[in-house]
């Protein structure tokens, strides 16, 4: 059975970059049936779909964080991770990486997710 686990400071300051890792287990994340995404979802509002890494390495992401999202990984430790510069205190939130099925690339589904790391943006 798959497995993600989210990984990262719980703090950060404003104008900074957030970088988060997630470490799959159970599958690889080069596997070509899956892609692999980052969500969040902000206090009191619904989850938002970040980015997707499909599994060749394309990325894509969502047009409202566009300028300011990347999503990389490493294949040798089944890791991907997630960049965010600039961030504001509007980007506290509590953010998970997730497994989603192949083709959905531009979208935050998913069958099986991390627990999630909350996130504060705060000086």
């Known amino acids: 059975q798959v497995r993600l686990q989210e990984s990262g400071p719980g703090l950060v300051k404003p104008s900074q970059t957030l970088s988060l890792i997630c470490t799959v287990s159970?599958?690889?994340?080069?596997?070509?049936?899956?892609?692999w995404k980052w969500i969040r979802q902000p206090p009191g509002k619904e989850l938002e779909w970040m980015g997707t890494?499909?599994?060749?390495?394309?990325?894509y992401y969502s047009p409202a964080l566009n300028t300011r999202t990347a999503v990389s990984r490493d294949i040798s430790k089944n890791q991907f991770t997630l960049h965010l510069s600039s961030v504001t205190p509007e980007d506290t939130a509590v953010y998970y990486c997730?497994?989603?099925?192949?083709?959905?690339?531009?979208?935050?589904?998913?069958?099986?997710r991390g627990q999630g790391t909350q996130v504060t943006v705060s000086s």
């Open positions: 890494l499909d599994y060749s390495g394309r990325t």
């Open positions: 997730a497994r989603g099925p192949l083709g959905t690339h531009y979208d935050g589904s998913y069958d099986y």
């Open positions: 159970g599958g690889s994340i080069t596997m070509p049936i899956y892609s």
